[in-house]
């Protein structure tokens, strides 16, 4: 049995699920977020709590169990609380700006990059921290546009300049040695 999969997902205050056979949607406080499952996991509402089921004990319904659940779960979280990714610049005279909905970023080209946020997504920057954040409640979509920007100027090893993760380590390189 799924480790994941066998918890229940715990509804939280606010929030309403509509299931229909293994189409479902979660609406709450952030926004509302609709999925189809496969046909081999099986859903039930049970005080409050979301129980999902296998079909079989088939290679792939044992790899969907905890895969279904997980994005459920996430579904849940997303529109009661909101996922968020913290990304930092680094680099002599780079920044971010939020310009109306857009994230306008300064890093080294001759020109600013200008992204534009998918629906549902906010910006947020901070000049003094020189950190972005990227806050949303689908946790997919989040994380793509965190990687988006990040593709924008990637960190290099050397110096360290560019766009990373607020978690993320780089490994740097020495450089030439001189004699």
Do not use: W
Not at 67 to 94: C, D, H, P, Q, W
Request: a positive charge.
């Amino acid at each position: 049995m799924s480790r994941v999969g066998r918890m229940p997902v715990v509804l939280p205050a606010g929030v309403d699920v509509k299931i229909k056979g293994n189409y479902i949607s979660v609406k709450g406080p952030k926004g509302e977020l609709k999925h189809v499952f496969p046909a081999n996991v099986s859903f039930s509402m049970e005080n409050g709590e979301i129980v999902v089921e296998r079909a079989s004990d088939e290679r792939q319904d044992r790899a969907m169990h905890g895969t279904a659940r997980a994005i459920l779960n996430n579904m849940v979280v997303g529109v009661s609380s909101g996922f968020e990714k913290v990304l930092e610049v680094n680099g002599v005279g780079y920044r971010a700006e939020v310009e109306g909905n857009d994230l306008v970023l300064y890093v080294g080209y001759s020109h600013p990059i200008r992204v534009s946020p998918p629906e549902g997504i906010s910006f947020e920057a901070e000049a003094r921290t020189r950190q972005i954040k990227v806050m949303g409640y689908n946790k997919q979509v989040v994380g793509q546009v965190a990687a988006d920007i990040r593709k924008v100027r990637p960190p290099e090893p050397y110096k360290g300049k560019g766009i990373k993760y607020i978690d993320e380590t780089i490994r740097r390189k020495a450089g030439k040695s001189g004699k």
